[in-house]
T-cell receptor, first 120, second 115 residues
Framework: AQTVTQSQPEMSVQEAETVTLSCTYD???????LFWYKQPPSRQMILVIR??????QNATENRFSVNFQKAAKSFSLKISDSQLGDAAMYFC?????????????????FGTGTRLKVLA | NAGVTQTPKFRVLKTGQSMTLLCAQD?????MYWYRQDPGMGLRLIHY???????AKGEVPDGYNVSRLKKQNFLLGLESAAPSQTSVYFC??????????????FGPGTRLTVL
């Protein structure tokens, strides 16, 4: 069974600095997706960034980028120039990409989250 | 475009009471999901649906039932609420399985307390 592990329950970063959130996963699949979701105090889950496993290039979205190490099954999120609005829970998630009739394809596996504090 | 909406936002129940949470999406998505979020446990899948009229069990389905009578709505029911069902419930939807359709979009959540 697939698992997603976020080993940092809480992280802090100074405003304008860079922080990296860790995520590791376990799977025997070769084709899958990985996501980072942000959950601010409003509770709304917001997609931050997405990575397809078959792509070697790391995904980037403005100040957010990932370091995807497929062999090591690692998927870390780097936030550059941290802003106060980045303070939130961040969840790493995995989704298997397989044939259309495979029920497991529909399911996402989430990590337990990392709470990011941004210090002014 | 409202995206994914959930009703109600908050609810307090007594043990043994029943209630239904409503999830609605206006994006014509095929797949819909119900999760619960508890401290230190991330999101756990309760039930999901891959299309109108279909439902399937997730990780933690016991004590819950669901229905998807219309494509845009996914209902989560608690027949006899228990304190262990105190949680924040999230609904999500997803367009399809093709590469560009795999992203889930979440509703704002429902905070449920069972006394």
């Amino acid at each position: 069974a697939q698992t997603v592990t976020q080993s940092q329950p809480e992280m802090s970063v100074q405003e304008a600095e860079t922080v990296t959130l860790s995520c590791t996963y376990d799977t025997s699949e070769s084709d899958y997706y990985l996501f980072w979701y942000k959950q601010p105090p409003s509770r709304q889950m917001i997609l931050v960034i997405r990575q397809e496993a078959y792509k070697q290039q790391n995904a980037t979205e403005n100040r957010f980028s990932v370091n995807f190490q497929k062999a090591a099954k690692s998927f870390s999120l780097k936030i550059s120039d941290s802003q106060l609005g980045d303070a939130a829970m961040y969840f790493c998630a995995y989704n298997r990409r397989r044939a259309l009739t495979t029920s497991g394809t529909y399911k996402y596996i989430f990590g337990t989250g990392t709470r990011l504090k941004v210090l002014a | 475009n409202a995206g994914v909406t959930q009703t109600p936002k908050f609810r307090v129940l007594k043990t043994g009471q029943s209630m239904t949470l409503l999830c609605a999406q206006d994006m014509n998505h095929e797949y819909m999901y119900w999760y619960r979020q508890d401290p230190g446990m991330g999101l756990r899948l309760i039930h999901y649906s891959v299309g109108e009229g279909t439902t399937a069990k997730g990780e933690v389905p016991d004590g819950y039932n669901v229905s998807r009578l219309k494509k845009q709505n996914f209902l989560l029911g608690l027949e006899s609420a228990a304190p262990s069902q105190t949680s924040v419930y999230f609904c999500a939807s997803r367009k399809g399985l093709a590469a560009e359709r795999d992203t889930q979009y979440f509703g704002p959540g429902t905070r449920l307390t069972v006394l």
